[in-house]
């Protein structure tokens, strides 16, 4: 099975935490936490269309500058989803520059804010020399965006400041029989992506598509394509050790394919932990065990375990596969 989610963190475990997630045959990719991003070529940047910020200390949150330069001129629209203070942290950021030679730009930002039970949500414009723009607040219930093929969660965590907690997971995954393909005569083709979205839209039956100048229903095609469970993939940062915290985070990463998580201290300094708002590296370890994930993934660990014998890494690893 090829994976719609190819993700993978943009920097060390030491560096600034960004997690970089590019969706399989789209010209797309989201990305969860904006830190230090030189490590993305423009490229990568250009096919950003959705960033999601735990919260806004510098470190997870600086490269939103270098991401907002990079997409200046691309016609398509960039959504940020982050914690309450998101908009006017966004609008702090646009009116530290001065926009008088952008109104022929065409890069829209639509910034949503988790609070509570609402989701804020406001507009910058290039058009309007980036001007804030405030819509009508929304209901919220834990979704912070619905696509046609996957969702993304947002739990909110504390960090002595609100954090928020993130879960990436695909709908259901279509795989496609190769050997019913060939027993049609069927070639691999863009036409394919368009039987995946009629799958995922409950297409009628009778739904047409041409296939090398030959017509075919939904009906005779559908069974070339063979539905799987989708790919989950969770991402929490910086949070602090409470029962209520790892309640929620256990809930939010259930089952999940690959648990990104911050493992900041090691055991020995859990009282630092405490004190700082982090997690150990043992306790996650323990969480992702508990929460039944199949791959836990350390990251942004404290500078101090540069040179330590033992590596936060090993420490949440060992806990991890402890019974396994």
Known sequence: ???????????????????????????????????????????????????????????????????????????????????????????????????????????????????????????????????????????????????????????SLRHDIQCLGFSLEEDFHINIDKAALLDMGLPVGPWLSELKRAIRENAPEDKEFVVSGKTYTFKELRGIAKITKGQKISYVMDVAPDDENIKKILELIQDSDTFYCEAYFLDADRERAVERNHLTAKLVGKIAREGGVKNLVPMHFSPKYRNSPVSPEEEAMEEFLKGI
């Not at 989201?30 to 999601?52: E, H, N, Q, V, W």
């Not at 490269?63 to 200046?72: A, K």
């Not at 398509?76 to 950021?93: A, D, R, Y």
């Open 1 to 155: 099975m090829k994976p719609t989610f190819h993700h993978k963190p943009v920097n060390g475990p030491f560096e600034d935490p960004c997690l970089y997630v590019r969706l399989l045959r789209e010209k797309r990719a989201l990305m969860f936490d904006a830190g230090t991003i030189g490590r993305l070529s423009l490229g990568d940047i250009l096919k950003i269309t959705d960033i999601f910020i735990t919260h806004t200390h510098i470190d997870h949150f600086i490269g939103f500058d270098t991401i907002l330069r990079g997409l200046l001129r691309r016609p398509q629209h960039l959504n940020v989803f982050g914690p309450t203070n998101i908009i006017e942290c966004i609008e702090g950021k646009l009116k530290g520059y001065t926009w008088n030679l952008i109104e022929e730009y065409p890069l829209r930002l639509e910034v949503f804010s988790i609070d509570g039970d609402v989701m804020r949500h406001s507009s910058f414009y290039a058009e309007r020399r980036f001007e804030r723009l405030d819509r009508e607040d929304k209901p919220f219930s834990g979704i912070v965006l619905q696509d046609a093929s996957f969702k993304v969660k947002a739990v």
